[in-house]
């Protein structure tokens, strides 16, 4: 099963982490973490690697009803959301949310990651 949603883009890494957070926000999702692998890798280690952000995104009421029917779900939260270069594009994946029905099996997460998957969907679909 695959666990992702992902599309790739024809524009620069700057401008599309941006229009990624805008159509976050227009789907109702904030930001609330940000990781800039690279800048990681590179600090901690002296690696290098292509630009690579993971954006922690999460919406706030989808959030509330996941943890009203399992608490342990916020091992799972926020939804991630990778942008990321490869090669001449620009790749934004985000974590495809029936994955956390699947590996909870609790049918009562269903219609909360369908919902999730929409918006998600929608957000993606915007960029392109």
């Given at each position: 099963m695959?666990?992702?949603?992902?599309?790739?883009?024809?524009?620069?890494?700057?401008?599309?982490?941006?229009?990624?957070?805008?159509?976050?926000?227009?789907?109702?999702?904030?930001?609330?973490?940000?990781?800039?692998?690279?800048?990681?890798?590179?600090s901690?280690?002296?690696?290098?690697?292509?630009?690579?952000?993971?954006?922690?995104?999460?919406?706030?009421?989808?959030?509330?009803?996941?943890?009203?029917?399992?608490?342990?779900?916020?091992?799972?939260?926020?939804?991630?959301?990778?942008?990321r270069?490869?090669?001449e594009?620009?790749?934004?994946?985000?974590?495809?949310?029936m994955?956390?029905?699947?590996?909870?099996?609790?049918?009562?997460?269903?219609?909360?990651?369908?919902?999730?998957a929409?918006?998600?969907?929608?957000?993606?679909?915007?960029?392109?």
């Open positions: 695959p666990y992702d949603r992902t599309i790739r883009l024809d524009s620069a890494f700057a401008p599309t982490v941006q229009a990624v957070r805008d159509a976050l926000a227009a789907q109702g999702f904030g930001v609330l973490t940000e990781i800039d692998v690279q800048a990681t890798l590179k901690k280690l002296g690696a290098d690697m292509e630009d690579y952000l993971i954006l922690g995104a999460c919406n706030p009421p989808l959030a509330h009803r996941a943890l009203e029917a399992d608490r342990s779900i916020g091992l799972l939260l926020p939804c991630n959301v990778v942008v270069t490869e090669g594009v620009t790749v934004v994946q985000a974590l495809d949310p994955t956390l029905v699947a590996l909870t099996g609790l049918p009562a997460l269903e219609p909360i990651a369908d919902e999730a929409r918006r998600l969907d929608a957000a993606l679909a915007s960029l392109t």
